[in-house]
C-alpha cells in the first residue's frame, strides 16, 4: 500500500520568499505523483504529476516539483511567493500498475503575508 | 467546458434519512471516485469506478453506497446517515491511469 507524508500543516512565508512545501511518498511499485491546490471553497486543480521521465516537472503559476528516488520525495517549490498562492495544497500519489486509487497526503496550508 | 457536477453543494440532513449525492462529468472518462475531505485526515477514498458496472471500495467505504449505470454518473448514497459522515465530499473524474483526475466543486454534508 502507498502513503504520503506531508510535513508541516501549516506553512507562512513573506510575499516574495521561496515556497517549499515538503511531500515524503512510500510505494511499493513505482509512482505517479501529483500536487493538488484548493482554494477557500473550490474543488480541488491540479498543479503539476510526474509520472515517467524528467524529473523536475513544471506546474502552472510558476510552482515547481523534482521526483527524488533516492530520497523518496517531491517536494514543491516556488521562488517567489504570491498572495493569490494562499491555498491548501495536497500531494497525492498512485500505484503505477494500479488504476485510479489516488492517495493523498493530509495537506499544507500555506499562508502568504505582506 | 469539462467538468464534474456534483450536487447540492450545501446539504443539512437528519440521522437516518437516506440521502443521495449526484456526480456527472461531460469529459467522457472511464474513471471516477468519491473522496471525503476532514480536516488533519486529507482526502480519503470512499468508492471508485473503472468503468460502467465496475465499482470497487476505497479507504472508508462503510455507511456509503454507489452505482454506475451509466458512464457519465457516479452517485453515492447514504442509506442511513450519520454524525460521523459530516464531511465535505468531492467526486472526480480521470481518463486513464496516471491522468489529470478532475474534482468537482464539492458538497458540503451536515448530519444532525
Known amino acids: 500500500a502507498q502513503s504520503v507524508t506531508q510535513l508541516g500543516s501549516h506553512v507562512s512565508v513573506s510575499e516574495g520568499a521561496l515556497v517549499l512545501l515538503r511531500c515524503n511518498y512510500s510505494s511499493s511499485v513505482p509512482p505517479y505523483l501529483f500536487w493538488y491546490v484548493q482554494y477557500p471553497n473550490q474543488g480541488l486543480q491540479l498543479l503539476l504529476k510526474y509520472t515517467t521521465g524528467a524529473t523536475l516537472v513544471k506546474g502552472i503559476n510558476g510552482f515547481e516539483a523534482e521526483f527524488k528516488k533516492s530520497e523518496t520525495s517531491f517536494h514543491l517549490t516556488k521562488p517567489s511567493a504570491h498572495m493569490s498562492d494562499a491555498a491548501e495544497y495536497f500531494c497525492a500519489v498512485t500505484p503505477f500498475d494500479t488504476a485510479s486509487k489516488l492517495t493523498f497526503g493530509t495537506g499544507t496550508r500555506l499562508q502568504v503575508t505582506l | 467546458e469539462a467538468q464534474v457536477t456534483q450536487n447540492p453543494r450545501y446539504l443539512i440532513t437528519v440521522t437516518g434519512k437516506k440521502l443521495t449525492v449526484t456526480c456527472s462529468q461531460n469529459m467522457n472518462h472511464e474513471y471516477m471516485s468519491w473522496y471525503r475531505q476532514d480536516p488533519g485526515l486529507g482526502l480519503r477514498q470512499i468508492y471508485y469506478s473503472m468503468n460502467v458496472e465496475v465499482t470497487d471500495k476505497g479507504d472508508v467505504p462503510e455507511g456509503y453506497k454507489v452505482s454506475r449505470k451509466e458512464k457519465r454518473n457516479f452517485p453515492l448514497i447514504l442509506e442511513s446517515p450519520s454524525p460521523n459522515q459530516t464531511s465535505l465530499y468531492f467526486c472526480?473524474?480521470?481518463?486513464?491511469?496516471?491522468?489529470?483526475?478532475?474534482f468537482g466543486q464539492g458538497t458540503r454534508l451536515t448530519v444532525v
Open positions: 472526480a473524474s480521470s481518463f486513464l491511469q496516471g491522468a489529470e483526475a478532475f
